[in-house]
């Protein structure tokens, strides 16, 4: 602090000691299948999910609710 010329009032003023925001939410879950593995239709497609997909069945299948 002294190498900066800071006061705990200015780190007070900048919020450095309020706690930390809690964390988002996990994004709903969009797919489903037997065995109760899923996903929520966000990033790559999970590897249960493409090889069902390459077997011929279609993704709305697993769309859940």
């Known amino acids: 602090m002294d190498d900066y010329g800071l006061t705990m009032e200015e780190l007070e003023a900048a919020g450095c000691f309020d706690p930390p925001l809690p964390p988002p939410p996990p994004p709903p879950v969009c797919y489903r299948n037997a065995q109760g593995m899923s996903w929520d239709g966000q990033g790559e497609m999970p590897a249960w999910l493409r090889r069902a997909v390459y077997a011929g069945q279609s993704v ?6």
Do not use: K, Q
């Not at 709305?60 to 609710?65: A, V």
């Open 60 to 65: 709305e299948f697993f769309r859940i609710g």
